[in-house]
C-alpha cells in the first residue's frame, strides 16, 4: 500500500514542477509582510464598529427611497470625506419606492387569538376594512402548487414550511419560494391572500420581512409573514380540525418611481489608478430593524478596510480600492444591477476582483474563489495568511454576494469570505436587527480578513482573470 501512494505523490510534485502555476507571479514577501501588518493592526482596530455604530445611531432604519434612504446616503459621502478617501461620488439608482403603513390580523373562530405580522416588501393592501375570510393551511410552497382551485378560491393561504438552520444559509433559498411567489400561487388559485411562516429560524415573536413579487400575470393579493411562535399556535389551531377563521389588514404605500444612489469611495492606486478591486456591501435596509446585520455591518467592513489599508500601510496599493455601498438591494439588487449595466463594457478590463460582505456580522470561517487557474495560488496565500484567523480555504466556487456577484456575472473574478451565518437568520429582516447582537470581536476578526484579501488583490501585479 505504501509504494504506491509515495509513487502517486512524486508524480504528482513532478507535473506540479512543470505546470504553468510556477512561471506565474508570486506574492512578494514585502507585500506578505505588510498583509502580515494589516492583520495585526485589524485586531486592535474598532473602526468597523465604530463606522457601524455612527450608520445605525444616526440614520437607522433605510427602505429604498424613503426620506431616512436620502440621508444614509448623505452619511456615506461624509463618512467616505471624514476617512479621506482619494475619491468619492455617486451614481444614480432609479427604482420604484414601497412602505409599510399598518399591518394586523386576529384569529376569529375557533379560538380569538392575535397574531404577530408583517407585510413583505411590494405588498398591495387588502380591500378598505380589511379581509374577514376562512384560512387554509398548505406545509409548503409545493402543497399549494399542487392544490385544487376549489381548496384555495375565497379563501387566505397559509403555507407554514420553516426554513432550517445551516452555517453557510443553504435553507433559506428553498424555504424562500414562499416570500417570493406564495401570492401569486395563491391569486392564480382564487385565493384572496397569502400569509408565511416567517423565513426565518428564531423562536421570537418577530416576523420577517422581505421582498416578493408580482409576475403581473394575476391579480395583485396581499402578502404577509406571520413570527415563527404565531405560524406554530396557527398549526396547533389547525390540528383541531376545524374551520379557521381569520380577520386580516395590510395597508401599504406605492410610493411611484424614486431615485436613490450608489455611494462610491475610492483609495486611488499608486501605479495602476485605471484597475480596481471592488469590495462593498449594500447600504439600504429594510424597516423594521436599524439594519445593523443586513447589512450596515458589511457596509462598515468594507470602508474600514480600505481606510485601514489607507492608515497602516506607507504606500498606497498598485491598484485601486473602490468601496461601493450598493443602493436598493433589498428590493431586487437594483442599484447592482444598474452599476453593472451602466460599467458593462469596462468591466471585463478595469474590474480586476471583487467581493461583499453582506451575511450578517459572523467570523468568516473560509475563503472560497471563482478566479484563474494562474492565480489559484494567491489566493492560496490569502487562505494561509488567514489561516490564524480560523479561516480555511474552501473548495466550492464563489459567487461574490448580491451585489457584487452582478459585477461578477459581467466578467470579474470573485472571492466570498464567507461568514459563519449559523444565528443569521434569527434576526435577518426582524425589529431585532440592532447593533446590540454584533460581536465587536467578531467584526475585528472580519476586518482582519478583509484586509489581507484587498491588500494583497490589490499589490499582487498579476491577473486574476
Ligand atoms: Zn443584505
Ligand atoms: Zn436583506
Same mark, same amino acid.
Given at each position: 500500500?505504501?509504494?504506491?501512494?509515495?509513487?502517486?505523490?512524486?508524480?504528482?510534485?513532478?507535473?506540479?514542477?512543470?505546470?504553468?502555476?510556477?512561471?506565474?507571479?508570486?506574492?512578494?514577501?514585502?507585500?506578505?509582510?505588510?498583509?502580515?501588518?494589516?492583520?495585526?493592526?485589524?485586531?486592535?482596530?474598532?473602526?468597523?464598529?465604530?463606522?457601524?455604530?455612527?450608520?445605525?445611531?444616526?440614520?437607522?432604519?433605510?427602505?429604498?427611497?424613503?426620506?431616512?434612504?436620502?440621508?444614509?446616503?448623505?452619511?456615506?459621502?461624509?463618512?467616505?470625506?471624514?476617512?479621506?478617501?482619494?475619491?468619492?461620488?455617486?451614481?444614480?439608482?432609479?427604482?420604484?419606492?414601497?412602505?409599510?403603513?399598518?399591518?394586523?390580523?386576529?384569529?376569529?373562530?375557533?379560538?380569538?387569538?392575535?397574531?404577530?405580522?408583517?407585510?413583505?416588501?411590494?405588498?398591495?393592501?387588502?380591500?378598505?376594512?380589511?379581509?374577514?375570510?376562512?384560512?387554509?393551511?398548505?406545509?409548503?410552497?409545493?402543497?399549494?402548487?399542487?392544490?385544487?382551485?376549489?381548496?384555495?378560491?375565497?379563501?387566505?393561504?397559509?403555507?407554514?414550511?420553516?426554513?432550517?438552520?445551516?452555517?453557510?444559509?443553504?435553507?433559506?433559498?428553498?424555504?424562500?419560494?414562499?416570500?417570493?411567489?406564495?401570492?401569486?400561487?395563491?391569486?392564480?388559485?382564487?385565493?384572496?391572500?397569502?400569509?408565511?411562516?416567517?423565513?426565518?429560524?428564531?423562536?421570537?415573536?418577530?416576523?420577517?420581512?422581505?421582498?416578493?413579487?408580482?409576475?403581473?400575470?394575476?391579480?395583485?393579493?396581499?402578502?404577509?409573514?406571520?413570527?415563527?411562535?404565531?405560524?406554530?399556535?396557527?398549526?396547533?389551531?389547525?390540528?383541531?380540525?376545524?374551520?379557521?377563521?381569520?380577520?386580516?389588514?395590510?395597508?401599504?404605500?406605492?410610493?411611484?418611481?424614486?431615485?436613490?444612489?450608489?455611494?462610491?469611495?475610492?483609495?486611488?492606486?499608486?501605479?495602476?489608478?485605471?484597475? &480596481?478591486?471592488?469590495?462593498?456591501?449594500?447600504? #439600504?435596509?429594510? =424597516? +423594521?430593524?436599524?439594519? $445593523?446585520? /443586513?447589512?450596515?455591518?458589511? %457596509?462598515?467592513?468594507?470602508?474600514?478596510?480600505?481606510?485601514?489599508?489607507?492608515?497602516?500601510?506607507?504606500?498606497?496599493?498598485?491598484?485601486?480600492?473602490?468601496?461601493?455601498?450598493?443602493?436598493?438591494?433589498?428590493?431586487?439588487?437594483?442599484?447592482?444591477?444598474?452599476?453593472?449595466?451602466?460599467?458593462?463594457?469596462?468591466?471585463?478590463?478595469?474590474?480586476?476582483?471583487?467581493?461583499?460582505?453582506?451575511?450578517?456580522?459572523?467570523?468568516?470561517?473560509?475563503?472560497?474563489?471563482?478566479?484563474?487557474?494562474?492565480?489559484?495560488?494567491?489566493?492560496?496565500?490569502?487562505?494561509?495568511?488567514?489561516?490564524?484567523?480560523?479561516?480555511?480555504?474552501?473548495?466550492?466556487?464563489?459567487?461574490?454576494?448580491?451585489?457584487?456577484?452582478?459585477?461578477?456575472?459581467?466578467?470579474?473574478?470573485? &472571492?466570498?469570505?464567507?461568514?459563519?451565518?449559523? #444565528?443569521?437568520? =434569527? +434576526?435577518?429582516?426582524? $425589529?431585532? /436587527?440592532?447593533?446590540?447582537? %454584533?460581536?465587536?470581536?467578531?467584526?475585528?476578526?472580519?476586518?482582519?480578513?478583509?484586509?489581507?484579501?484587498?491588500?494583497?488583490?490589490?499589490?499582487?501585479?498579476?491577473?486574476?482573470?
Amino acid at each position: 500500500m505504501r509504494k504506491p501512494i509515495f509513487m502517486a505523490g512524486a508524480i504528482a510534485a513532478s507535473v506540479f514542477s512543470l505546470s504553468p502555476m510556477l512561471s506565474a507571479q508570486e506574492v512578494s514577501e514585502k507585500t506578505i509582510e505588510n498583509a502580515k501588518t494589516l492583520r495585526a493592526a485589524a485586531l486592535r482596530d474598532n473602526s468597523a464598529y465604530d463606522i457601524l455604530e455612527s450608520l445605525t445611531t444616526e440614520v437607522g432604519p433605510r427602505p429604498a427611497g424613503s426620506e431616512a434612504d436620502k440621508l444614509a446616503i448623505k452619511w456615506g459621502i461624509e463618512k467616505f470625506k471624514s476617512l479621506g478617501f482619494d475619491k468619492v461620488w455617486t451614481e444614480p439608482v432609479k427604482h420604484t419606492g414601497w412602505a409599510r403603513v399598518l399591518e394586523s390580523a386576529v384569529v376569529k373562530s375557533p379560538f380569538v387569538q392575535p397574531l404577530q405580522i408583517t407585510a413583505l416588501g411590494g405588498s398591495v393592501s387588502t380591500p378598505e376594512g380589511g379581509l374577514d375570510a376562512e384560512i387554509v393551511h398548505f406545509n409548503s410552497f409545493e402543497d399549494l402548487q399542487a392544490a385544487e382551485r376549489s381548496e384555495v378560491e375565497g379563501k387566505i393561504v397559509f403555507i407554514s414550511n420553516r426554513m432550517a438552520r445551516t452555517r453557510d444559509g443553504s435553507g433559506y433559498g428553498p424555504a424562500n419560494i414562499a416570500r417570493r411567489s406564495g401570492a401569486d400561487e395563491t391569486a392564480r388559485k382564487g385565493g384572496l391572500a397569502v400569509l408565511i411562516r416567517s423565513i426565518g429560524t428564531d423562536s421570537h415573536r418577530l416576523p420577517h420581512t422581505g421582498q416578493m413579487a408580482y409576475a403581473g400575470d394575476v391579480e395583485k393579493v396581499p402578502a404577509a409573514a406571520l413570527s415563527n411562535p404565531d405560524a406554530d399556535l396557527l398549526e396547533r389551531i389547525f390540528k383541531r380540525g376545524k374551520p379557521v377563521k381569520i380577520s386580516l389588514r395590510v395597508e401599504t404605500k406605492d410610493l411611484g418611481p424614486i431615485e436613490t444612489a450608489n455611494v462610491i469611495g475610492e483609495i486611488t492606486g499608486r501605479e495602476k489608478p485605471d484597475e &480596481v478591486v471592488v469590495i462593498g456591501g449594500h447600504l #439600504d435596509s429594510w =424597516d +423594521l430593524g436599524t439594519g $445593523a446585520i /443586513d447589512d450596515g455591518a458589511g %457596509v462598515a467592513l468594507t470602508v474600514a478596510t480600505a481606510d485601514l489599508i489607507k492608515r497602516t500601510i506607507k504606500e498606497r496599493p498598485r491598484r485601486t480600492i473602490r468601496v461601493i455601498m450598493f443602493g436598493a438591494e433589498e428590493v431586487g439588487l437594483v442599484g447592482a444591477r444598474q452599476y453593472a449595466e451602466a460599467h458593462k463594457d469596462e468591466i471585463p478590463n478595469t474590474h480586476i476582483i471583487g467581493a461583499e460582505s453582506d451575511f450578517g456580522a459572523g467570523k468568516i470561517w473560509a475563503l472560497a474563489s471563482k478566479v484563474s487557474t494562474n492565480s489559484q495560488h494567491v489566493i492560496d496565500k490569502m487562505a494561509q495568511l488567514m489561516g490564524p484567523l480560523g479561516v480555511i480555504r474552501a473548495e466550492v466556487e464563489a459567487g461574490g454576494g448580491p451585489d457584487v456577484g452582478r459585477i461578477g456575472d459581467k466578467g470579474m473574478p470573485v &472571492v466570498d469570505l464567507k461568514q459563519d451565518g449559523t #444565528d443569521y437568520f =434569527d +434576526l435577518h429582516h426582524t $425589529a431585532d /436587527d440592532t447593533l446590540d447582537k %454584533v460581536d465587536p470581536e467578531a467584526l475585528r476578526q472580519n476586518l482582519a480578513a478583509w484586509s489581507i484579501f484587498a491588500y494583497i488583490a490589490a499589490e499582487w501585479p498579476g491577473d486574476f482573470r
